[in-house]
């Protein structure tokens, strides 16, 4: 009849340890997947501006550059820059990336952005009919748009305005139109003037620059507003500039100018930031009429401090495995990394000390059994041993000897056993010599 042989108890040792540390193992995988997020969405929304407007037309480029790399860029069109720093501030909205111009908003207003460089010029226009003769002199009586609630031109025109006296902000003939309708409008002659927050590549202010009539104004004073406003700088249109033929604009034409930067909510994955960084490397380091060639994008922190990812990436540029793997492929090493460094972090405490854990759980349980057998011993010792008590004692040695040779450790602690079972010997070699 063959039988089967149970487990030795010291196995289950080594089952409890095993099951304890696919546990840990287990709740250091989920930490490192849902705390330190190693995966990147593939899905983000950025706002933009109303349809048609340069901001869309640069959403749509971002959007084109990510989709490479399997990102769903969603655009979201806005009435303007003060719509969207609105929603990125809301963190329901989904909203986490968008192109503000400095002076909208800044980090003690909004502290859960963050801005990843600055990007271009973003000009203010004042365009005007030219049969309004001299226009800073009628100012108060032109009909001139500024721009939706909600947009920079108009946030930017109502305090420049009123701070140089000319329209106060209930001014009627302040109009709330949408930038497509008021240059539509303007070259008309429908409208008296238009403000625009709007790059050079913008379609609206190419338009307006060769409508016949149509006249841009110089700033005057513009060092006076760069120092009230620090978030400004000048800027000069060239003579000709737009039409060399006609010689559009007739003069060099002063500007004042924010910069726009690329503003993104703190919480954005960090992956996705490098991503929206050499999207911007590619769309905005070209030259420009108020640009060099490699200015922007730029690691100025105007209104919003420069992220760790932009920190980084202005100085070593993208991540080794970002710009040597595809983009997932380098996501999936990060990933491992991520999990690999607490992993690690586990494990080799458990690898050191866990042998002389096992090893001491092992001689704890041989040393139970010595003093089972010293117990006995101490009662030999205690006085005379009549034939009764002897024959118990045997009677208890016999079992504790009996326990020893069921008793199963592993084989480099076999000699603790071999011990034990010697100094038994000697207790009843002891015992029967009474």
Not at 87 to 108: E, Q, T
Request: with cysteine; hydrophobic share 50%.
């Amino acid at each position: 009849m063959i039988v089967a042989r149970r487990p030795p108890a010291w196995s289950r040792y080594i089952l409890f340890g095993a099951l304890g540390v696919l546990a840990l193992l287990t709740l250091v995988t989920w930490a490192a997947f849902a705390v330190l997020r190693p995966t990147p969405p593939r899905h983000v929304a950025m706002a933009t501006g109303p349809e048609g407007s340069n901001a869309a037309r640069l959403g749509a480029r971002y959007r084109e550059i990510l989709a490479r790399d399997g990102i769903d860029l969603r655009l979201v069109p806005t009435m303007g820059v003060v719509a969207n720093a609105a929603l990125l501030r809301d963190a329901k909205s989904g909203v986490s990336i968008s192109i503000l111009p400095s002076g909208i908003s800044n980090a003690k207003e909004s502290p859960a952005l963050t801005s990843l460089g600055t990007l271009y010029y973003d000009p203010l226009w004042l365009f005007y009919q030219a049969r309004s003769g001299d226009v800073r002199a009628s100012l108060e009586e032109m009909r001139i748009s500024i721009g939706p609630e909600g947009s920079g031109s108009r946030a930017l025109s109502l305090e420049f305005f009123a701070r140089a006296g000319i329209i106060g902000q209930a001014s009627e003939r302040l109009l709330t139109l949408l930038p497509t309708d008021s240059t539509e409008k303007l070259a008309k002659g429908e409208i008296d003037g238009c403000v625009l927050l709007a790059g050079w590549e913008s379609p609206q202010v190419q338009k307006l620059l060769t409508a016949p009539g149509v006249r841009l104004l110089s700033v005057q004073r513009a060092e006076a507003w760069v120092a009230l406003y620090p978030f400004l700088n000048k800027v000069i249109l060239p003579a000709g500039v737009a039409n060399m033929a006609d010689n559009i604009p007739p003069s060099d034409v002063v500007m004042v100018a924010p910069k726009a930067s690329l503003v993104v909510r703190e919480d954005l994955h960090p992956a996705i930031q490098y991503l929206l960084m050499e999207a911007a490397l590619e769309i905005h380091s070209a030259p420009g009429v108020f640009s060099k060639s490699g200015e922007f994008p730029a690691a100025e922190a105007i209104d919003f401090p420069l992220s760790k990812q932009a920190i980084q990436f202005y100085k070593t540029g993208r991540p080794f495995f970002q710009r040597n793997l595809p983009f997932w492929l380098s996501v999936l090493v990060q990933q491992l990394l991520v999990l690999l460094i607490p992993l690690i972090g586990v494990l080799y405490p458990l690898l050191r000390f866990a042998p002389p854990a096992f090893a001491w759980a092992m001689r704890r349980r041989v040393i139970g059994l010595y003093k089972e057998l010293s117990l006995l011993e101490h009662e030999i010792d205690a006085g005379s041993v009549v034939a009764q008590d002897r024959a118990d004692l045997l009677s208890r040695l016999g079992q504790l000897e009996e326990k020893v040779l069921h008793f199963r450790v592993p084989t480099s602690f076999e000699p603790l056993v071999y011990d034990l079972r010697a100094h038994i010997t000697l207790v009843r070699s002891r015992l029967e010599r009474l």
